[in-house]
C-alpha cells in the first residue's frame, strides 16, 4: 500500500520556523520526483517547491525562494521542507506529492498555521 505521511506542522509565530517531513512507503521512493504543494483556507492547491529522484534538482516558487528549502533522504524514504520566516499568509495545509511519469501520490497533509 502506498503511503505519504506528512508531519511537523504546528502553530508558529510570524518570522518563525518549521521543519516538514514527509515519509514514504510501498513505493520506489528513490525513483519518484517529489514536491510540496499548499492549500490556504477558501483557496486552490498551490505549488511550493519541488526535488528530483535523486536531489540533485530543485525549484521553488518566487514567493518562497530565499526562506524555504527542500531536501531529500532516500535511504530513510523521506523529503523535507524546511521553511523559515513563515508569514500568516503561508497559513495553509501542506502535503507532499510523488510523481514519474503518470504515476502520482499523494498524502493527506499537514496543518501549518501561522500567527502571533
Known amino acids: 500500500e502506498v503511503q505519504l505521511v506528512e508531519s511537523g506542522g504546528g502553530l508558529v509565530q510570524p518570522g518563525g520556523s518549521l521543519r516538514l517531513s514527509c515519509a514514504a512507503s510501498?513505493?520506489?521512493?528513490?525513483?519518484?520526483?517529489m514536491s510540496w504543494v499548499r492549500q490556504a483556507p477558501g483557496k486552490g492547491l498551490e505549488w511550493v517547491s519541488s526535488?528530483?529522484?535523486?536531489?540533485?534538482?530543485?525549484n521553488y516558487a518566487n514567493f518562497v525562494k530565499g526562506r524555504f528549502t527542500i531536501s531529500r533522504v532516500n535511504a530513510k524514504n523521506t523529503v523535507y521542507l524546511q521553511m523559515n520566516r513563515l508569514q500568516p499568509e503561508g497559513t495553509a495545509v501542506y502535503s507532499c506529492?510523488?510523481?514519474?511519469?503518470?504515476?502520482?501520490?499523494w498524502g493527506q497533509g499537514t496543518q501549518v498555521t501561522v500567527s502571533s
Open positions: 510501498g513505493f520506489t521512493f528513490s525513483s519518484y520526483a
Open positions: 506529492n510523488a510523481f514519474r511519469g503518470g504515476d502520482t501520490y
Open positions: 526535488i528530483s529522484s535523486l536531489g540533485g534538482s530543485t
